[in-house]
């Protein structure tokens, strides 16, 4: 664990650099984060992050293939819009954790 | 007399239809278990089957073997749940009214999800040992394969038995060293996620195993297609993979039933509490094993543990009590890693797997995140306690939450 200081606030981040805590999130933060990452972020990219932010708060196992099937935005789109790895990336800007697998 | 429906005589519908059997009154209560075939599959063997480890005999039994007396069990397949009327529409019209629903239908592969699986090399240069089919044929081809580019693949998230990739490439690894041409064999791992291993401390402690034993990772592939023609795995992000022979992890999906009873989420599996194990949508309705949304891995060893959670939960709402059950996310693997041995790993929703012994603190005899022979002799004696014990849903010394009694927490 870490701190990192994004749009003026100290926030708890894990190794990787995923907040800890997602309340701690605002458009802001999100902004500073993919600016690290090389990506200035669109409306349609915080339209992503937002329905990422939702699924997750809900509980929901999130995929490629459900944001691509969120109306939103398809695959293709996505990885234009977070080139590399679109749901790590897009995940790290949405400030909930790192998709992971159970090992 | 009140009905008791369970959906899929696979690994969880069988053992409920076994532990409600015995504490249901008979006079009280019909149990009425639907699937529309007669074999049951002992899934983790699919993966020796390969290597010649297991053949297609080691891992059938009929069902009927394990249903008890007093269930009446139904083969057929199942048009749809009628949720508002409590009632289960079979292939042909026949209707099942239920009390209360249990849906087991597990989760299927769905290689025509992905673009060029399934045409013309499929089954001749690419395989799924997620079917006994998939798994005889490429055991088949290894016979007469003489090296080159071998690939597994993972086409999606979540799909069944998480860990079951990885030791397919152990296995690969030790079978065609034992065979004296692993120098022509180059072994190649493609996830859609940021590696082989997510989790911090499993990625500290196993992933030297992949390096040792010269196996490529090649992570944040998400396939799009795959070229028959080329031989090749094409990503979204148009990179490219070449095989001589692809084994794949097809997209996984619950049952087409779920979608036709207006039940599931975009993948067909039903959203469920995750810790009472209730659908969300109907309260006379429960989820267990595969067939469930609930964020843990789709494996026998968590059907198991949520098992002793639904039932309980379910002989209290059955009596107007509330549930106190609350199930954790309790799953524990044995990863096979080849040459006889194996890793364990133990974890639930909150926390990683983590280093330690298992079942008893301090002695074992398993080792969680360790590479170990008896680990190995484990995951080999746990076939018999899987046809034995388990599916006739009879007590196991293990509990069914996690402890943190014997794990070392590691920073």
């Known amino acids: 664990m870490a701190e990192k200081t994004y749009a003026g606030k100290t926030v708890e981040v894990t190794d990787e650099g995923y907040l800890v805590n997602r309340e701690d999130w605002t458009a802001e933060i999100a902004a500073e984060i993919a600016t690290e990452a090389g990506i200035e972020l669109s409306k349609k990219h915080y339209e992503v992050l937002e329905f990422l932010r939702k699924e997750s708060a809900a509980g929901t196992s999130l995929s490629i293939r459900k944001v691509g099937k969120s109306g939103i935005v398809d695959i293709k789109g996505l990885y234009q819009l977070f080139p590399g790895g679109p749901?790590?990336?897009?995940?790290?800007?949405?400030?909930?954790?790192?998709p992971a697998s159970c090992v | 007399?009140?009905?008791?429906?369970?959906?899929?005589?696979?690994?969880?519908?069988?053992?409920?239809?076994?532990?409600?059997?015995?504490?249901?009154?008979?006079?009280?209560?019909?149990?009425?278990?639907?699937?529309?075939?007669?074999?049951?599959?002992?899934?983790?063997?699919?993966?020796?089957?390969?290597?010649g480890i297991y053949n297609k005999e080691d891992v059938i039994k009929p069902k009927s073997d394990f249903i008890p007396s007093g269930v009446?069990?139904?083969?057929?397949?199942i048009d749809k749940v009628e949720a508002e009327a409590n009632k289960v529409h079979l292939e042909g019209g026949k209707v099942l009214n239920y009390d209360y629903l249990i849906i087991a239908t597990g989760t299927k592969t769905y290689p025509d999800e992905t673009p060029g699986l399934q045409d013309k090399l499929w089954y001749k240069e690419i395989f799924d040992f997620y079917t006994v089919e998939?798994?005889?044929?490429?055991?088949?081809?290894?016979?007469?394969?003489?090296?080159?580019?071998?690939?597994?693949?993972?086409?999606?998230?979540?799909?069944?038995?998480?860990?079951?990739?990885?030791?397919?490439?152990?296995?690969?690894?030790?079978?065609?060293t034992e065979l004296g041409i692993r120098d022509k064999v180059e072994i190649s791992y493609v996830t859609p996620m940021s590696g082989a291993f997510t989790k911090p401390v499993a990625t500290k402690m196993l992933s030297e195993l992949l390096e040792e034993k010269n196996i490529k990772v090649i992570p944040d592939f998400y396939i799009e297609r795959v070229d028959n023609d080329a031989k090749k795995l094409i990503s979204y992000d148009e990179k490219e993979v070449d095989f001589d022979v692809l084994t794949v992890v097809p997209v996984n999906m619950?049952?087409?039933?779920?979608?036709?009873?207006?039940?599931?989420?975009d993948m067909n599996f039903v959203p469920t509490d995750k810790h009472t194990l209730q659908c969300n949508a109907h309260e006379n309705i429960f989820v267990?094993?595969?067939?469930?949304?609930?964020?843990?891995?789709?494996?026998?060893?968590?059907?198991?543990?949520?098992?002793?959670?639904?039932?309980?939960?379910?002989?209290?709402?059955?009596?107007?009590?509330?549930?106190?059950?609350?199930?954790?996310?309790?799953?524990?693997?044995y990863i096979e890693t080849g040459y006889g041995k194996?890793?364990?790993?133990?974890?639930?929703?909150?926390?990683?797997?983590?280093?330690?012994?298992?079942?008893?603190?301090g002695i074992g005899p398993f080792g969680l995140l360790k590479n170990t022979?008896?680990?190995?002799?484990?995951?080999?004696?746990?076939?018999?306690?899987?046809?034995?014990?388990?599916?006739?849903?009879?007590?196991?010394?293990?509990?069914?939450?996690?402890?943190?009694?014997?794990?070392?927490?590691?920073?």
């Open chain 2, 254 to 265: 619950g049952d087409e039933m779920i979608e036709r009873s207006g039940l599931g989420d």
């Open chain 2, 134 to 176: 998939g798994a005889v044929a490429l055991r088949n081809y290894f016979k007469g394969w003489e090296g080159g580019k071998l690939v597994m693949a993972i086409t999606e998230v979540p799909y069944k038995c998480p860990v079951a990739p990885l030791e397919f490439v152990f296995l690969a690894d030790a079978y065609f």
């Open chain 1, 87 to 98: 749901l790590k990336y897009s995940s790290k800007f949405a400030g909930i954790p790192k």
């Open chain 2, 342 to 361: 194996g890793a364990l790993i133990d974890f639930n929703y909150d926390t990683e797997p983590l280093p330690g012994t298992f079942p008893l603190p």
């Open chain 2, 1 to 51: 007399m009140k009905n008791l429906v369970i959906l899929g005589a696979g690994t969880a519908g069988t053992m409920m239809a076994n532990k409600l059997r015995r504490a249901l009154d008979r006079d009280e209560w019909n149990i009425t278990i639907v699937d529309q075939f007669k074999t049951h599959y002992y899934q983790p063997g699919f993966l020796f089957i390969p290597f």
């Open chain 2, 373 to 411: 022979k008896i680990n190995h002799y484990g995951k080999v004696m746990f076939r018999w306690i899987y046809w034995h014990i388990l599916l006739k849903g009879k007590e196991m010394p293990i509990e069914p939450h996690m402890t943190m009694a014997g794990k070392k927490k590691v920073n």
């Open chain 2, 288 to 333: 267990l094993g595969d067939a469930s949304n609930i964020p843990t891995s789709k494996a026998g060893s968590v059907a198991h543990f949520a098992a002793e959670i639904l039932f309980e939960n379910l002989l209290n709402a059955m009596e107007g009590r509330p549930m106190h059950a609350k199930f954790d996310g309790h799953a524990n693997c």
């Open chain 2, 72 to 77: 009446n069990m139904v083969y057929s397949a």
